[in-house]
């Protein structure tokens, strides 16, 4: 079958039929098998292509918008209903009263999601990239990465306030913040040790209901990227500059996982991935993956673009009750992210008390 049938393209065919004379017996054709499902081309997953999801509403919708990039990509795959969402539930998601850090890390956002990859329950998945682990596990890679949405942190204020024009001149003395990031908080109280941070875990709708609780918090923190995302930026009390909340590493990206041996769905992953997201996603994760960063340590990484394909990477490290932060930045090549980051890695090591990292 040629490259053009499997896609679904239109062949010409000859619709004229010869008139078989009355004597001549029509010869019995052969048993035909079953057609076997579309592909996309050679040597590709079988149609539809099973996606694999967490469930919760931001994760649908960027999966949903990953695909929908996918489908406009290769119109060919809308056509032929091409892909199958395979909602899997994950640790993370579970177990919703302790802090990530006191039930396995972040890994617990992908482990089951790995799982169906590997058993090729799923041919590929979609992820929020500040929720994967730097070290993927043997036979899966990270096979695409979209454009980033805006990577900056945003503070809700209980009451909707708005009109502050510095990130915590909203907040009054001792007022209880909640967030479950380490990084958000140890930031927060370097800033303003007055104040008191408490636990709070759940998808964007669910903290946001939990904040407008009776006797919540008087305050909490989102990414802008999720608020955006499920339409509701109009929560943002003041988006939080750089300068005063470092993001995540890779926050407000989204990422594919696939499996190692599929290199003909990589390469279709690859054609719509964003290049200049890509690099700073490699910077943030060797930054990361360098530090040995888990959840119990705060680390903020940012990279932005600069002219001449270069990259500005910044980093952080610091104690979670904010009484040590070191921040710094280098600049480099975007072909030379994986080293830009080890190298900001190591800086900030040198920099950092060594219970830091215990």
Sequence with gaps: MSDAAAMGGAMNTDDTT???????????????????????????????????????????WQTRHFLASMAEFCPALREMQGFEEQVIATS??????????EIGGKGLFAKEIHEALLDR???????SLKDLETELPPGIVLACVMRREDARDALVLADNGTGCHQPWDCLPQGARVATASVRRQSQLLHARPDLQVEMIRGNVQSRLRKLRAEGGPFATMLALAGLRRMEL???????????????????????????????????????????ETRAMATAERALLGALDGSCRTPIGGHAV??????????????????????????????ADAVRLGTELADELRALAPADIFC
């Design 18 to 60: 010869a008139v078989r004379p009355p004597s001549i017996v029509r010869p019995v054709q052969p048993r035909r098998e079953p057609e076997a499902p579309p592909r996309v081309g050679r040597h590709a997953p079988a149609l539809p292509l099973q996606v694999g999801t967490r469930g919760s509403p931001l994760a649908l």
């Design 233 to 275: 930026e109009h929560e943002a009390s003041l988006v939080i500059p750089p300068e005063a909340m470092l993001p995540a590493a890779c926050q407000g990206i989204v990422g594919i996982t696939a499996r190692a041996a599929d290199t003909h769905l990589q390469e279709l992953l690859k054609a719509i991935e964003d290049r």
């Design 121 to 127: 329950r799923v041919d590929f998945a979609v992820h």
């Design 92 to 101: 993370g998601d579970q177990v919703l009263d302790r802090r990530l850090a």
């Design 305 to 334: 673009p600069l002219p001449g394909q270069r990259l500005r990477l910044t980093g952080l490290v610091a104690r979670a009750d904010g009484s040590f932060l070191a921040r710094r930045s280098l600049e480099g090549d975007m």
